[in-house]
């Protein structure tokens, strides 16, 4: 089993600023992959940025990046020049074997 | 493409009513899973399918069924609904499951037991 905790029910960031989402995990597996997803008011779930454990480099997409640091079990997503469409609740996830585990989310909110 | 379908998107049921919510995916996915959304919980796994005629039980099983008689299909059987159950339900499938393949998520399908 794994469990994921997302210790920041609420954050908020000046658009064009930077913020980081924190995310730490627990599992007993060495084989592992973690995931951060967007969910808009509109509801959907939205992959944003995926990144497989026994890879060393952070996972970047465009303005999304993470910091993994394995050792600690900590992936944190920054998101860079925050836009107004940024707001959204963001899940932290991870999987080993056959199911997903989701954190409890942190509400962002991007101040114009 | 679709991607993920989920029906209805909205019900209101009452205690001990059955009903299926449905979900169907058209991209040939092996794996499908249904999960309650509820707040400050983010989102739990109910059941999932790694094929055709294969279901097994994920974090929060009781009182909902599943089936899975084709690759495409995955519906959720509540059988006598309770008010504990509502929650916002979302189907997701994916690829190659145990790859660490990203899930592929429906729109959701928020339910009301009264």
């Known amino acids: 089993a794994q469990t994921v905790t997302q210790s920041q029910p609420e954050m908020s960031v000046q658009e064009a600023e930077t913020v980081t989402l924190s995310c730490t995990y627990d599992?007993?597996?060495?084989?592992?992959?973690l995931f951060w997803y967007k969910q808009p008011p509109s509801r959907q779930m939205i992959l944003v940025i995926r990144?497989?454990?026994?890879?060393?480099q952070n996972a970047t997409e465009n303005r999304f990046s993470v910091n993994f640091q394995k050792a600690a079990k900590s992936f944190s997503l920054k998101i860079s020049d925050s836009q107004l469409g940024d707001a959204a609740m963001y899940f932290c996830?991870?999987?080993?074997?056959?199911?997903?585990?989701f954190g409890t989310g942190t509400s962002l909110t991007v101040i114009p | 493409n679709a991607g993920v379908t989920q029906t209805p998107k909205f019900q209101v049921l009452k205690t001990g009513q059955s009903m299926t919510l449905q979900c169907a995916q058209d991209?040939?996915?092996?794996?499908m899973s249904w999960y309650r959304q509820d707040p400050g919980m983010g989102l739990r796994l109910i059941h999932y399918?790694?094929?055709?005629?294969i279901t097994d039980q994920g974090e929060v099983p009781n009182g909902y069924n599943v089936s899975r008689s084709t690759t495409e299909d995955f519906p959720l059987r509540l059988l006598s609904a309770a008010p504990s159950q509502t929650s916002v339900y979302f189907c997701?499938?994916?690829?190659?499951w145990g790859e660490g393949q990203p899930q592929h998520f429906g729109d959701g399908t928020r339910l009301s037991i009264l």
């Open positions: 997701a499938s994916s690829y190659l």
């Open positions: 599992t007993s597996e060495s084989d592992y992959y």
């Open positions: 990144q497989e454990a026994y890879k060393q």
């Open positions: 996830a991870g999987t080993t074997g056959n199911q997903f585990y």
């Open positions: 991209m040939n996915h092996e794996y």
């Open positions: 399918s790694v094929g055709a005629g």
